[in-house]
């Protein structure tokens, strides 16, 4: 997967993201929040793009309306981390690690293919990057990455073959 790292401004960045999920949002009533502790990063803005739409409308699905979904982004150990938090029922333990393999769907999740989270693995893993779930059934759910803040190249290519996704 080509990956092409620059440095870019996190609000307006997570602004056009935001833009993209914007009406779904409001028609069911779903505040969107930031918490962004970090002015710039560097990293592929349109794989990151859409790992974070993919976040965020997966988010969307399965939260109830009236509900908030919460993006945060922060410099920790060296790495850009984002995380996209919802309120939605949560992920059971045992379904976890089904999340990232290819046409892996939690029961009862409405529509996809099963490969959003498949992709967001991989345009993660390109740069460098590891993803993750946080999930307590009934309270909600956490995705999180990071992407690995040393000085990156202008262009480079991505890892061939996908690693743990942990």
Known sequence: MPVEFMEVEIAPFVEE???????????????????????KGRFDPILTGRVLVNLLSNALKV????????????????????????????IPAEEVELVFQPFGQIKGTQGGTGLGLTFCRLAVQAQGGKI?????VGKGTTFLFTIPQQTAPTRASGPSQAGDAS
């Open 17 to 39: 993201c935001f833009q993209q999920v914007e009406l779904w949002a409001r028609g069911q009533d779903t505040d969107l929040q930031t918490d962004l502790q970090i002015q």
């Open 63 to 90: 939260s109830p309306e009236g509900s908030r979904l919460m993006l945060r982004a922060v410099l920790n150990h060296g790495a850009l981390r984002f995380s996209v938090s919802d309120e939605g029922r949560g």
């Open 132 to 136: 993750w779930v946080e999930s307590h």
